[in-house]
Every structure is written in C-alpha cells, then in structure tokens.
C-alpha cells in the first residue's frame, strides 16, 4: 500500500523556472512532512519539512506548499539550477511513531 | 547539525561472504537507527529499526537471520549481510534519530554493496 504518492517520477526544467513536485498522503494521522534531496550515490539529506499546522513553509528558493483538507503537499524551487539535479523524495511520519513513509521519487534534471 | 557516518562507502565481496556496514552518530545520541534499501532508480525501503540495547524490528519480507542487526551503544548500529549473495548487491542507507527526541532523521552517505 503506497501512502505516500508522488509526481512527477522525472522533470525536466529550463535553468531559472520553476520545478513543481507533488505529493499525496492517505493517513490523516501523518503530522510531519520533510523532503529530502539525494545525488546519485549519496544518502538523503533534509531539504525542508512542514508540519500541518501552516500552509506554506519558504526557505530560500525551495517552497514546500500544504493543503490539509486536500490531503496534499508540494514542492517548488524557484528559480532552478543545474546544481538542483538530484532525486527528490517527499516523506510523511507521525509523532510518536518511528517509520518514515516515502514517495517514490522524482529525478530532476535542470538544464542549462 | 547532526552528522551520521556510514562505512564503508562501497564493498565488493564474493557470494557465500559476510559484510559489515557500520553507522555512526557523530556529534548525538540515537536511541534508534534505521536500516533501508535502495534498488536504482527507486524509493528507500525500510528493512528494519534498531533500538539501542534491544533487538531490532524487521520489517515483513526482510530475513532477519540474514541482516544482522547490531544496537550496541548510543552512538553506532552495525548491519551484517550474511552468506551474500548476488541478489543481495544494493545501496543500503542507515539513518538515525536523536535521542533528544523530535522526528527529524539523518541519513547516512550510503553504502554500495556488490556481491560477485
């Protein structure tokens, strides 16, 4: 059972626009929602999270976007660069328990 | 901020031989570890939870006689591949959680298993 769904699995964007990833979760008991960046042959890293309580969480060019009632979250990194290629995977997890579900992954690729 | 050390970065070893992957929190205590597997071009799967001092928490499908896990001390957990063998060639990620509490997770650098 995926509960964490996420699209696009691959994205190819212009250096300067914008790249847009979504994510959908089915547990409404999910309170935590971090997206981790990972290059090739490296273990994720924190990119940014946001707990349900706010609807928007910036942090430099990324944007992570919630909407409780629909149940889905987004990520948007203004202005892309080339260096933003990587792999990115959307997460849920709930306080008090220990697993983190993730999406499956978008690969994106800023070209130049 | 928290730092978790994963080694080795790559092994190579022959079917019928056991490898050792170790993880390490740096710079914090983690009560618990975890233990994930990642083919190309897809999602991380959660193989098991370690908690220090206790055993670890397989997930269903995954053969705990095969994946040793070790929670010894606060500060490093150990995943032992026994009897490899080439379906087992993988990239295996350890990540950690501070025993400060909270649900954030660090990751490791990976680690690059092929069985031959």
């Known amino acids: 059972q995926q509960q964490v769904k996420q699209s696009p699995q691959s994205l190819i964007v212009q250096k300067g626009g914008i790249s847009i990833i979504n994510c959908a979760y089915e547990n409404t008991a999910f309170d935590y929602f971090p997206w981790y960046q990972q290059f090739p042959g490296k273990g994720p890293a924190l990119l940014i999270a946001i707990r349900p309580d706010v609807s928007e969480k910036k942090e430099g060019r990324f944007t992570i976007s919630f909407n409780k009632s629909a149940k889905q979250f987004s990520l948007h990194i203004m202005d892309s660069q080339p260096g933003d290629s990587a792999t990115y995977f959307c997460a849920a997890s709930m306080e008090g328990y220990q697993k983190v579900t993730f999406g499956i992954g978008t690969k994106l690729q800023v070209i130049p | 901020g928290a730092v978790v050390s994963q080694h080795p970065s790559w092994v190579i070893c022959k079917s019928g031989t056991s490898v050792k992957i170790e993880c390490r929190s740096l710079?914090?205590?983690?009560?618990?570890m975890f233990w994930y597997r990642q083919f190309p071009k897809q999602s991380l799967m959660l193989m098991a939870t370690s908690n220090e001092g206790s055993k670890a928490t397989y997930e269903q499908g995954v053969e705990k006689d095969k994946f040793l896990i070790n929670h010894a001390s606060l500060t490093l957990s150990t995943l032992t591949v026994t009897s490899a063998h080439p379906e087992d060639s993988s990239f295996y990620i350890c990540?950690?959680?501070?025993?400060?509490?909270?649900?954030?997770?660090?990751f490791g650098s990976g680690t690059r298993l092929t069985v031959v």
């Open positions: 710079d914090f205590q983690a009560t618990t």
């Open positions: 990540s950690a959680r501070a025993i400060t509490g909270g649900i954030g997770y660090t």
